[in-house]
């Protein structure tokens, strides 16, 4: 069954290690993840942007997927079902679907509109047993056609937010979606520190996990990381293994144009990648 993010981010935060937030994008992708996180023994979040929800045709088939796959495949380790970088509305819409966590991401509002849209969903939330996620300064990058520098939150407003009672608490320190240019700077662990000190105990969530040096992911779980999100490194190990299989001629060699043999290298693409992150976050075992 699906299961709120709570408790497994406060044993993570307890434990000092991380949980894994994998993006997931179809059928491959969520099996993939789901029997790596079995394998391993590990708890594990599956991350659904907005738009990964249009393309896989709405959040109750999502939903409807996702349990039938927990079911299916003798699935035992907490698996939560997370909205990311929601909007309002697309928080309201996943909470009726089923999904067990949510993030509302009001962090290009002004703080008194994030504040007020946050507060909305806190209660629900709370009724529900539902994870709300809020989000406090930029994540750099692009996420569904929503842009940011990867400005530093202000740890007073992420106070402020982590004041009304939500779950966990993504704020920026640097960190971007996407690839890293070879220019950054890295995180910025003084605001971490200073966002750490503001919270308290509440679990904080790196976005951007893909290409963050191992070192610098186990220093920000040390200061009070929870949740790491990853989505680009997948998405880049699973194509480059398909275009490997194609340009190797594979599909065109007795039923090798069968999709499920096209996509399987990639599917193990994502596997490999999931097991090096969990490995990193040092979550294998926690279930």
């Keep these: 069954m699906l299961v709120s993010a709570k ?4 044993k993570a935060r307890d434990g000092h290690y991380g949980v894994g937030q994998f993006n997931i994008n179809n059928l491959e992708w969520t099996k993939a993840v789901l029997q790596t996180a079995e394998e391993l023994k590990a708890p594990v979040i599956l991350g659904v942007s907005e738009g990964a929800g249009k393309y896989m045709c709405g ?7 996702v349990k039938g796959m927990i079911n299916e495949l003798g699935i035992t380790v907490p698996v939560a079902l997370h909205l990311d970088h929601g909007t309002f509305e697309g928080a309201k819409k996943c909470i009726n679907a089923g999904f067990s966590s949510i993030m509302f991401d009001g962090s290009h509002y002004p703080i008194e509109e994030n504040i007020k849209l946050t507060t909305a969903l806190v209660n ?4 529900l047993g539902i ?8 994540i750099g ?13 202000d740890p007073a407003e992420c106070k402020q937010i982590a004041d009304l009672g939500v779950t966990m608490l993504a ?26 000190a503001a919270v308290g105990d509440m679990p904080l969530v790196l976005h951007g996990g893909t290409g963050i040096p191992a070192e610098q992911v186990k220093k920000a779980i040390s200061l009070g990381v929870a949740k790491i999100n990853v989505n680009t490194e997948c998405q880049i190990a699973f194509t480059a293994k398909v275009r490997e299989y194609i340009e190797e001629g594979k599909d065109l060699t007795g039923k090798g144009f069968d999709p499920r043999k096209v996509l399987a290298p990639g599917v193990e693409a ?11 976050f040092g979550c294998i075992g926690k279930a």
């Design 131 to 138: 994870s709300l996620e809020a989000e406090v300064g930029a």
């Design 7 to 10: 408790d497994m981010l406060n």
């Design 171 to 196: 704020a920026g320190i640097g960190n971007i979606h996407g690839k890293y240019p070879e220019n950054w700077p890295g995180l910025s662990f003084p605001t971490l520190e200073a966002i750490k």
């Design 270 to 280: 994502i596997k490999d990648t999931v097991r090096e992150k969990m490995d990193m």
């Design 59 to 65: 959040y109750t088939t999502i939903v409807g997927m």
């Design 141 to 153: 990058g692009e996420e569904d056609g929503v842009v940011a520098m990867g400005e530093c939150a």
């Design 124 to 127: 629900t939330c709370d009724i």
